[in-house]
């Protein structure tokens, strides 16, 4: 997909929602939901050969592929409770936006703690 179609996916969701939102506003929500989500869906796939080169390239050092496989996770985390927040904003529910953005910064922190405890340790380290 290139990202022409890409775009012109997005203006023809965004134009759906807006001509939606005149009759039958409740239904405005689901076409903005559905055209995030195959936007995203179209981006997983078009940025999927870009991670598994990233992948493969973190293999020839001895720790970078658990450092590699954690960078792409917090990544994925990031762009998911975006759009969840973005959704949830659009929807004029900017409480349970701002609950998502927390949960994902929550989910980041859990994710990295062994990585700022093998910081630590190194510290010790260098401090003995």
Do not use: H, W
Request: hydrophobic letters at 55%; one cysteine or more; charged letters at 15%.
């Amino acid at each position: 997909m290139n990202i022409i179609a890409f775009i012109g996916a997005g203006v023809i969701g965004a134009v759906l929602s807006v001509v939606l939102k005149q009759y039958r506003p409740e239904f405005s929500v689901y076409i903005s939901l559905a055209t995030g989500m195959i936007m995203l869906g179209a981006l997983v796939v078009l940025i999927s050969p870009v991670i598994e080169s990233a992948l493969q390239l973190s293999e020839f050092s001895e720790n970078g592929f658990k450092y590699s496989e954690l960078l792409l996770k917090c990544l994925a985390i990031c762009y998911i409770t975006q759009l969840a927040s973005e959704s949830c904003r659009d929807a004029g529910e900017g409480s349970i936006a701002a609950k998502i953005d927390l949960a994902g910064k929550c989910a980041i922190l859990l994710l990295s703690m062994p990585l700022f405890n093998e910081l630590v340790d190194i510290i010790k380290g260098l401090m003995a």
